[in-house]
């Protein structure tokens, strides 16, 4: 079990906080970068990178950048090191901001191309005309000068939340969690590479690991994403707050492979909630070229809300091995 560092009644911010919260990292500069702000304390010690806005329709990992500002908490509570906190797509989520609907925010996930999917050699790009793929060359020397990284995102579909080990060493930070689940090798059976993964450079092995903090326009997310980010920080031990001193367990999913759509006259054969339960040779997808079937007796992740799917150019879900059990200190 762990104890909420956060109590019940936490105030979250409300959607104009959060437009706030996003302007003024939208102009705060680290290196000469728009989009990063910086915590310092007197005492060195290690940098912790809170990544947000990979998708401009996903404003959740702007709560705790809100929460430590709202009272100057971080300021006055930060033992050592660095925390910077880096606004990715910042073009995105501006349009994000700007949208007068849920249809226009469903739009403003990618400007070009999606930030989760990059290219391992993006950085050797000479002046891409697409935003995003000139967006992680300009974000270049922030990214490296993380030595962790907590990376937020949310879901199109309203679902429990959950943790992304996307490094051999994530688990290192990832006790006590506000989630129960965890996948991993995702970044092995997915397209391209989630740009959390580029942080730190590409010479060293740092922890990593992405949050789904719940819907992209749940309340619940933000609390999920202000908690995981306080505890983040007493994983580090950059921030003293007591806890549970017992195991958190966790539930993990293995990722072993991904659902493509042949072309764009296939759909989903049923509803497939995040995490439910598939066996091995049931119809996931159907199309003029026939059915898709599942490979293995295992769960389904990420599906989209509709039964098609607005792009045939990536993944439509992620499969994965059942769970098991294991236990973080």
């Known amino acids: 079990m762990r104890l909420a560092l956060t109590p019940q009644n936490l105030s979250l911010p409300t959607k104009e906080d959060l437009k706030k919260t996003f302007e003024l990292l939208a102009h705060s500069k680290v290196k000469g970068v728009c989009g990063a702000y910086e915590y310092?304390?007197?005492?060195?010690?290690?940098?912790l990178a809170i990544s947000c806005l990979v998708h401009g329709n996903e404003p959740s990992g702007l709560a705790p950048l809100w929460y430590f500002l709202k009272d100057d908490w971080l300021e006055h509570s930060l033992l050592k090191g660095r925390v910077l906190f880096i606004?990715?797509?910042?073009?995105?989520?501006?349009?994000?901001?700007e949208a007068s609907s849920d249809d226009e925010r469903d739009l403003c996930r990618v400007v070009d191309y999606n930030m989760n999917r990059m290219p391992e050699d993006v950085y050797s790009f000479s002046n891409p005309k697409e935003y995003e793929f000139g967006r992680m060359q300009e974000l270049r020397p922030v990214h490296e000068q993380a030595d962790a990284v907590i990376d937020f995102h949310t879901t199109s579909q309203n679902a429990d939340p959950l943790g992304l080990a996307m490094s051999e060493?994530?688990?290192?930070?990832?006790?006590?969690?506000?989630?129960?689940?965890?996948?991993?090798?995702?970044?092995?059976?997915?397209?391209?590479?989630?740009a959390c993964t580029f942080f730190g450079g590409h010479?060293?092995?740092?922890?990593?690991?992405?949050?789904?903090?719940?819907?992209?326009?749940?309340?619940?997310?933000?609390?999920?994403?202000?908690?995981?980010?306080?505890?983040?920080?007493v994983n580090m031990e950059m921030v003293a707050l007591e806890q549970s001193k017992e195991p958190s367990e966790f539930d993990v999913y293995r990722m072993v492979d991904t659902l493509w759509f042949p072309d764009?006259?296939?759909k989903l054969a049923r509803d497939f909630p995040n995490f439910c339960e598939i066996s091995k040779d049931e119809v996931l997808a159907q199309g003029d070229q026939g059915e898709i079937v599942s490979p293995l007796d295992g769960c389904a992740h990420f599906a989209p809300k509709e039964m098609r799917v607005l792009s045939i150019k990536e993944e439509v879900m992620f499969l994965s091995e059942r769970p098991y059990v294991r236990a973080l200190s």
């Open 169 to 194: 060493t994530a688990h290192t930070l990832m006790g006590h969690m506000p989630f129960r689940k965890v996948l991993t090798e995702v970044e092995k059976v997915q397209l391209g590479l989630p």
């Open 40 to 47: 310092k304390a007197s005492t060195p010690g290690p940098t």
């Open 264 to 266: 764009e006259s296939y």
């Open 203 to 233: 010479d060293r092995d740092i922890p990593v690991f992405e949050v789904e903090s719940g819907g992209h326009e749940e309340e619940s997310s933000l609390r999920i994403a202000i908690e995981s980010a306080l505890q983040t920080l």
């Open 87 to 97: 606004a990715n797509n910042l073009e995105a989520a501006k349009r994000y901001f």
